[in-house]
């Protein structure tokens, strides 16, 4: 705690463990029996339309939780939400007898969490036979080789829907407009801001930057996922307000904050 004051990060200390109070709070109530409800998000449920799309014209549905996938660092919050819509995809796909193939991250520590989502799917929906490890594609350890496998992919086998969200790249629009090309349902989105353009090009139903936890929330079915959200909202609400007010009263005070160079600008 004393290298934290002396390191000068007393307000990151302060809005963390305001964070985690609040998260707490909400993941207490949903465990209480209170229910935080969620607003329904149309890219999820366009993804039940694409899986009977994808029964009706006999293509296979592609997703993937972005080549970019890591179970650690800063990309692990978005792969897990990415997952999450990985499963209840699959889970779609199983019950109503579509065809999924799971594009694997060039990073391959992914690959068995996958594969034991589909086999667990295809499990618990009573369905063992409709596990095809052959599904499972790995293309490489490369962004050039995902980027290469998926293109191909789509291309020689079809699609009908194509959802690529988690940690992605803007590798994804290979895969995006090969899917589009042949008249799939495209359902892209990462909380990458750099890269949020890939979205608002090719797909038909995006999900930019904090639109993934929401789908991943909604998608987990968990209430206690759904109530870290809430919490979280919150907390952002917070902190805007609390910004805001303290730049309004520092500018009123004479302190450069919005002028030209002021500390907005630095």
């Known amino acids: 705690m004393t290298a934290v004051l002396r390191s000068g990060k007393l307000t990151e200390l302060i809005f963390l463990v305001l964070a985690a109070v609040v998260v707490v709070f909400f993941q207490l109530r949903v465990m209480r029996g209170k229910s935080e409800p969620l607003r329904k998000m149309e890219q999820v449920e366009a993804i039940s339309e694409g899986v009977d799309k994808a029964v009706e014209e006999g293509k296979p549905v592609y997703v993937s939780p972005g080549n970019m996938a890591y179970f650690s660092g800063l990309y692990a919050p978005m792969t897990i939400n990415g997952m999450n819509v990985l499963r209840y995809t699959a889970r779609l796909c199983v019950r109503k007898g579509a065809r999924v193939i799971f594009p694997v991250p060039y990073n391959p520590e992914c690959l068995p969490l996958i594969d034991g989502i589909f086999r667990e799917v295809c499990v618990s929906e009573g369905k063992p036979e409709a596990y095809k490890r052959d599904d499972v594609?790995?293309?490489?350890?490369?962004?050039?080789?995902?980027?290469?496998?998926?293109?191909?992919?789509?291309?020689?086998?079809?699609?009908?829907?194509?959802i690529f969200v988690g940690a992605n790249s803007s590798s994804e629009m290979v895969g995006a407009g090969a899917a589009r090309q042949r008249g799939a349902i495209v359902i892209h989105g990462t909380p990458r801001y750099a890269h949020q353009s890939t979205a608002f090009v090719m797909a038909d139903f995006p999900l930019f930057c904090e639109d993934v936890y929401g789908a991943g929330a909604i998608c987990s079915g968990d209430p206690v996922v759904g109530a870290s959200l809430v919490g979280g909202d919150l907390v952002k609400l917070l902190v805007i307000v609390i910004g805001t007010i303290a730049f309004a009263v520092l500018t009123l005070a004479g302190q450069p904050v919005a002028s030209k160079g002021g500390w907005l600008f630095q």
């Open 137 to 162: 594609h790995y293309y490489g350890g490369t962004e050039a080789s995902f980027c290469i496998g998926v293109g191909a992919d789509i291309a020689r086998n079809g699609a009908s829907l194509a």
